[in-house]
């Protein structure tokens, strides 16, 4: 049976939620794009009002909720804070802690999940490297096996929440992706680490962080880091030696979807400004601007291209629910790389194209620093760029599991 309405529940857990966001995010999200940074006060309301961790089982201190309601609230808070930052933070803080849930060993759940849900410490994604993020096979970082641990070395880059990792109480770290044994493009080799270089308060001296300056998106760090000689006990291995390759695209299956939720929320922000503006801003003896085709016609359109976005993050997230969590027979977790794909390539997109229209509506007050849009604009244009993958790289999934994997290969090489 087809059924495109939330239920009742999810309704109400999302007028929860904006209600939430519209009381503590929206009067603080341009101060937070201004300061670069999302006060430690704020990530511990988000987490006492449960929205870290949603989709995670309630024994590691998550919801026991779905990827359904992360979705929704990852898009509600986008929408209140439309430069995305706090929903990036949020996002992560539902996708990596659910990927862990599914894949890691019980102790490490145990001793991480509740930190991340109580908003004490950060988990998120460690993977893109100096020299180039789209080639996940060919990561250079290397951990050995060295006695009963495991011994990590290399270099990570632009990875979200390096300064919030580092100003948290307890910490937190990454679901980091490294090369077991002889290094070399392949993807057989890799092995998957809860690598956490600030623990209990501690920060670790093997782990240098660096931050960098951005261009938006300004209340949440992106940062690189290297790895010196960090050891890891066997706990915190993700899953079987060498098959980390395929856990990580499933966690980036995941996580690409709250990524795409982003994007909407905050595009729906857009639209919603830009429909006070057209209805109420007159030229021509007195008409609302809306009222020329020429505006009115183009946003019928990008109201139609946010609405088609969002079918395809809520048809990727009820399959993730099916896959997942009630582990429906019907399907595979392989199943979610086409419409995954579909969602986090239509999201920003669609959000970079509404914001650039909306920019111009606004005419030159839109090109000041006064009109807030350009925060909006600069924010998800991170996830046009990469951030969970760049486009080319959803682009290139979708190609493959339409045309056929033989037609379109082009970045499976040999293994070195
Ligand atoms: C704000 C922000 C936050 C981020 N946070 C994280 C994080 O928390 N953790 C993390 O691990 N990473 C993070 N990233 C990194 C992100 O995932 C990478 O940017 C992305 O994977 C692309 O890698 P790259 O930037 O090295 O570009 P490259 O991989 O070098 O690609 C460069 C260009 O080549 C294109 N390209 C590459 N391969 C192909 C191909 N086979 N076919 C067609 N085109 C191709 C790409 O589309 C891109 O346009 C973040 C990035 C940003 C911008």
Request: with cysteine; aromatic share 12%.
């Amino acid at each position: 049976m087809v059924d495109f309405e939330f239920s009742e529940d999810e309704i109400r857990f999302r007028d929860s939620v904006r209600e939430f966001a519209k009381r503590y995010i929206e009067p603080k999200w341009i101060e937070i794009d201004d300061q670069g940074k999302i006060p430690m006060e704020l990530i511990k309301k988000i987490a006492d009002q449960g929205l870290f961790a949603i989709p995670v089982p309630e024994e590691y201190g998550g919801m026991g909720g779905t990827m359904v309601m992360a979705a929704l609230a990852v898009e509600e808070i986008a929408y209140h804070d439309p430069a995305v930052a706090i929903a990036v933070y949020t996002l992560l803080q539902n996708g990596w802690p659910l990927a862990l849930a599914l894949f890691g060993q019980e102790e490490a759940k145990m001793e991480i999940l509740p930190k991340v849900a109580s908003g004490d410490a950060f988990f998120g994604i460690g993977s893109t490297e100096p020299q180039g993020g789209s080639d996940v096979a060919g990561n250079k970082t290397v951990a050995k096996k060295v006695g009963d641990k495991w011994v990590i070395s290399g270099e990570k880059a632009f990875i979200s929440g390096v300064r919030e990792i580092q100003e948290l109480p307890e910490g937190g770290g990454f679901f980091l992706v490294a090369k077991t044994e002889k290094p070399g493009w392949s993807h057989t080799r890799i092995t998957d680490f809860a690598v956490l270089p600030k623990w209990n308060g501690k920060i670790r001296e093997e782990w240098k962080p660096t931050v960098y300056e951005e261009i938006g998106r300004h209340g949440l760090s992106t940062g690189g880091f290297t790895l010196e000689n960090f050891e890891v006990d066997d706990k915190y291995r993700i899953g079987e030696v060498n098959k980390g390759f395929y856990l990580v695209l499933q966690g980036f299956n995941i996580a690409r979807i709250l990524v795409a939720a982003a994007t909407i929320g905050s595009a729906r922000w857009a639209l919603d400004k830009a429909k006070e503006w057209l209805t109420t801003r007159k030229l021509f003896q007195g008409r609302p601007i809306a009222s020329f085709e020429g505006v009115s016609f183009r946003y019928a359109e990008l109201y139609t291209k946010v609405e088609a976005a969002k079918y395809f993050v809520y048809k990727a997230a009820w399959m993730t629910d099916n896959t997942y969590l009630t582990k429906s027979p019907r399907f595979k977790p392989q199943d979610l790389n086409l419409p995954v794909a579909m969602a986090k390539m239509m999201g920003p997109t669609t959000a970079t194209e509404v914001y650039t229209e909306v920019l111009k509506w606004f005419g030159a007050y839109g090109y000041t620093k006064e009109c807030s849009a350009h925060r909006g604009w600069l924010g998800t244009f991170s996830y046009t760029i990469g951030a969970e993958g760049a486009q080319n790289i959803m682009k290139y999934i979708i190609a493959r599991d339409t045309l056929g994997s033989d037609a379109v290969r082009n970045v499976w090489v040999k293994e070195e």
